[in-house]
């Protein structure tokens, strides 16, 4: 249990170490049925007659349930007002659940709904083939297709009913059980809840299900888990490729203080100069955004490392060549072996995100891991037990040579696969696939395969800094920002951080240009400026993202705005790369990377038409802005632009700008100048010519009740959204602000 004063909503989560690997035949998801008695089940007495779902819900709340192998999670967040009558159903639970027969019928019909949206699910129908992978006996494989149909139609109320109490009462005992409180109530209080509601939950003293007799059999040292899969999924746009090494447990030593499956996860996934990533971008082979990512898992009976990334056009094309620079990039690390200057930039970088985590957002996600830790860690660490990361070549080295493409699954999904050469089916997931052995060749290749020049490990990350003292106040602190200083081209406000007192600042920056508003052409090409920018920069910022910064980058109505927020140290390394990049990237521009961001706009703009909570909005600002331009408008300018319209706008953007900054937090005011000058000194634009200034204006509208009605675009789509508009008159600050609260008070309600 924790309190913190600040906290708007309260949270709690219970693990229990039981998971997908106990389910029993007959029932396999059988905690889906569990967490629909918990959170559907009408209350009579503490709830008065509504569910906790809805009661939950009607509190500003969420809740949900995760599961894995071995664990299970219960968690939902709350208005803390609230917090002690769900506390009270939360328990009822676990000490006497009211699960009739007459219940889990309806309970049923709903996992029915439930388990056909789930056949949309890209990542369940994963989970259910790669299951399929291992051995035939072994506990990951039990969950079968034939045994998820049965349960869908088959499994009647009266034996559900039967399964679900002796499961229940087999594995949801107190002993097994973590529970964590997040809430502004004080800690003596919050335990005075714990003891009286949570105290009678029953304890059977029996040990978790043991599958000690598996420790030395690896489940996936199968025929069909090393082979390639090529599987039909009509709702991914873009291909996606999955890569799973499947690796034996590393036993006889505290896995938690070393987590040598970390370290090689980092390394793939990193995204800094000279990474894997950053080549096949540059090849074109994967999008420009961030799609790609390197999961490990561990349990105890298996390990496994898993790179997923999404392919273009392009790199579908060339998947031999994708495969081929991943294995490279494998064998990069083992001839390098393990890098202890790499291992302490990781632990620098996870200490500082542990020491100032900003503990004010979503207290669920908190909750969510630290019960789960409680089952994981020693109780000195519960907190801390992620930056237990010593250092250990040997189990890293190990773990390295372990990766060999001959215990490699590789996974295709795509929409784009002729449904002819798809030869097999799973009728539980109405998923169609096909699988094709590997070919030897490759294997033969991947194992020597030299690494790619273009390739290399992550450079020392100069953006960590250790230096976190917070500056002195000055005698007098300025309630509100101040205005240090304004000429033609820019204006700088300031205000130091006289309440949280952190060892942060924050920069924002409004970069004010006539193009953008001149022509819907303009429109669309400044959108594509900022996906550049974030192009060029994100390989060079990667570095200070794990360094704490952070940074984003926004088009806005008159043009664009960049926030940043980090540690001072290094605040002004990172703005003078900001600023250079801005003005280099004129020579960036190529024909490639130009149809590649076309492409993705394009692919974003179809995207928010088809979505009718963006078109209805997009409708709303054509009707009363003087001036917009609607999404159609947009995609319909998109295809008619040249690389020639894009490199003249690059080069014309910077040549004359109107710059507002305001600096914030742990920084003297005369830094905050200076940090200001020199960036802008770095851009160095002209002055806006008065007679380019424009005003966004609205159009007002008449008196009474108007509406407009339009279809969505996607016929298939049905659904019915409404948005009112009220109009209330001229901006002020003040009616804004007056708008806001209203609006804060009707959510609220």
């Not at 250990?392 to 001959?406: H, R």
């Amino acid at each position: 249990m924790y309190t913190l004063t600040f906290f708007k909503q309260a949270a709690c989560g219970l693990c229990i170490n039981v998971g997908r690997l106990s389910d029993p035949k007959i029932c396999p998801g059988i905690t889906r049925f569990l967490e629909a008695s918990l959170f559907r089940q009408l209350d009579e007495h503490i709830l008065n007659n509504i569910n906790l779902e809805d009661f939950i819900s009607s509190n500003n709340g969420t809740k949900d349930v995760s599961i894995d192998s071995e664990h299970t999670t219960f968690y939902f967040e709350i208005d803390n007002k609230a917090l002690v009558r769900a506390l009270d159903c939360f328990a009822q639970f676990f000490i006497k659940p009211m699960i009739t027969k007459s219940s889990l019928e309806m309970q049923q019909e709903t996992i029915r709904n439930e388990f056909q949206m789930a056949l949309f699910n890209g990542n369940l129908r994963y989970e259910q083939l790669f299951s399929s992978f291992a051995q035939i006996g072994h506990p990951v494989h039990k969950i079968s297709s034939d045994n998820i149909i049965k349960m869908r139609n088959e499994l009647d109320s009266e034996n559900l009913h039967n399964v679900l109490l002796k499961f229940k009462e087999r594995h949801y005992s107190a002993h097994r059980m973590k529970l964590v409180i997040q809430s502004r109530l004080s800690l003596d209080a919050l335990e005075e809840f714990v003891i009286k509601f949570f105290a009678n939950i029953p304890t059977n003293k029996l040990h978790p299900e043991n599958f000690m007799r598996f420790k030395d059999v690896l489940p996936f040292d199968t025929p069909a888990f090393r082979k390639m899969y090529k599987v039909h999924d009509s709702m991914e746009s873009l291909t996606q490729l999955k890569i799973t090494w499947a690796l034996p447990l590393l036993h006889d030593f505290n896995y938690y203080k070393y987590k040598p499956d970390q370290y090689i996860s980092w390394i793939i996934e990193y995204k800094g100069k000279g990474s894997l990533i950053n080549y096949l971008r540059k090849k074109k082979w994967c999008p420009t955004y961030n799609m790609f990512h390197c999961n490990y898992e561990r349990n105890s009976l298996y390990s496994s490392i898993q790179l997923t990334m999404k392919l273009t056009h392009e790199g579908r094309k060339h998947l031999e060549d994708v495969l081929n620079a991943i294995f490279s990039f494998i064998n990069l690390l083992k001839k390098e072996g393990p890098q202890k200057e790499i291992y302490n930039d990781i632990l620098q970088s996870k200490h500082n995100y542990f020491r100032f985590k900003d503990y004010k957002k979503e207290p669920i996600s908190h909750v969510k891991k630290l019960c789960k830790n409680m089952h994981i860690y020693p109780s000195e660490s519960y907190l801390t037990g992620e930056l237990h990361f010593d250092f250990n070549s040997e189990l890293i080295q190990e773990s390295l040579n372990n990766l060999v493409p001959e215990m490699t699954n590789i996974m295709i999904f795509s929409k784009n696969i002729d449904l002819l050469e798809l030869d097999q089916f799973d009728p539980c997931w109405m998923t169609e696939y096909k699988d094709i052995e590997i070919p030897k060749k490759w294997i033969k290749h991947w194992k020597v395969i030299e690494p790619l020049p273009e390739i290399f490990l992550p450079l020392p990350n100069i953006f960590l800094t250790r230096e976190f003292s917070v500056i002195p106040l000055p005698k007098k602190v300025p309630k509100y920002p101040i205005k240090l200083y304004s000429d033609p081209v820019s204006e700088i406000w300031y205000c130091p951080d006289s309440k949280f007192r952190t060892p942060k600042c924050y920069v924002c920056f409004h970069f004010i240009t006539p193009l953008k508003l001149q022509s819907v052409k303009n429109g669309v090409l400044m959108g594509m400026y900022c996906d550049v920018l974030k192009e060029l920069i994100t390989e060079e910022l990667y570095p200070a993202e794990q360094a704490g910064f952070k940074y984003n980058i926004d088009v806005g109505e008159i043009g664009f705005t960049l926030q940043i927020s980090g540690f001072r140290p290094t605040m002004p390394l990172l703005l003078n790369l900001l600023a250079s990049n801005m003005v280099k990237l004129p020579e960036y521009i190529t024909e490639d990377l130009f149809q590649s961001i076309k492409t993705q706009q394009i692919e974003l703009y179809n995207i928010g038409i088809k979505k009718p909570e963006i078109l209805i909005k997009d409708m709303l600002l054509s009707i009363l802005k003087l001036v917009h331009y609607s999404q159609v408008d947009m995609l319909t300018a998109l295809h008619n632009i040249t690389l020639k319209d894009f490199e003249e706008f690059v080069i014309s953007f910077t040549d004359y700008l109107y710059i507002q900054c305001l600096v914030q937090g742990n920084v003297i005011q005369i830094d905050a100048f200076n940090l200001v000058q020199q960036f802008i000194k770095t851009i160095n634009p002209m002055p806006l010519h008065s007679s380019a200034t424009q005003y966004l204006r609205s159009i007002q509208i008449p008196l009474g009740t108007s509406y407009y009605k339009i279809k969505n675009v996607n016929k298939l789509d049905a659904t019915s959204l409404v948005l009112n508009h009220y109009q209330v008159g001229i901006k002020s600050i003040e009616s804004f602000m007056l708008i806001k609260l209203l609006m804060v008070s009707i959510t609220l309600k």
